[in-house]
């Protein structure tokens, strides 16, 4: 896989979240990370974000271990700095101080300038209704398609 259509989406997080705000946040990693990012082998699942000490972590990221790597392979879930401006901080930390909201990865990505970045989101949670809905909408849009094919 190219490093240039790199995307590995969460699908997961736009059934489960109404996405409000999206920002786009460097990763600090280490060199095995970045490693096993190019060659796709990261989940973002199970990943969320979260404030610790004033800088904001993505936790439960999964990124294998790199497959050339010797004892220097790096932890597969360990938490990771997300890097963001002082201002965007601030205001996502006040946002996730009120009820009902979060901080949730919606995509990784390789930047032009051969960074890993990380797509994350200001979420709301859905309820089970709002859910059916999504499903019902995405089901219709699948038969237009097939009908227009005909």
Do not use: W
Not at 1 to 16: G, H, P, R, T, V
Not at 65 to 76: M, R
């Amino acid at each position: 896989m190219s490093q240039d259509n790199l995307y590995i989406k969460n699908k997961k997080a736009y059934f489960e979240f109404t996405i409000l705000d999206k920002y786009e946040a460097g990763i600090k990693l280490l060199g095995t990370e970045i490693k096993s990012i190019r060659d796709a082998k990261a989940n973002l699942t199970d990943a969320f974000c979260t404030f610790i000490d004033n800088q904001l972590y993505v936790r439960n990221l999964h990124i294998a271990e790199y497959s050339h790597g010797s004892f220097y392979n790096h932890e597969q879930k360990r938490d990771r700095v997300l890097l963001l401006h002082k201002k965007e901080l601030k205001k996502l930390k006040t946002r996730t101080e009120e009820k009902g909201f979060t901080i949730v990865p919606l995509a990784l990505f390789i930047s032009e300038r051969g960074f890993a970045k990380l797509e994350i989101g200001l979420a709301q949670g859905k309820k089970t209704f709002d859910k059916r809905e999504t499903l019902k909408e995405r089901d219709s849009k699948i038969e237009m398609d097939r009908a227009l094919k005909r």
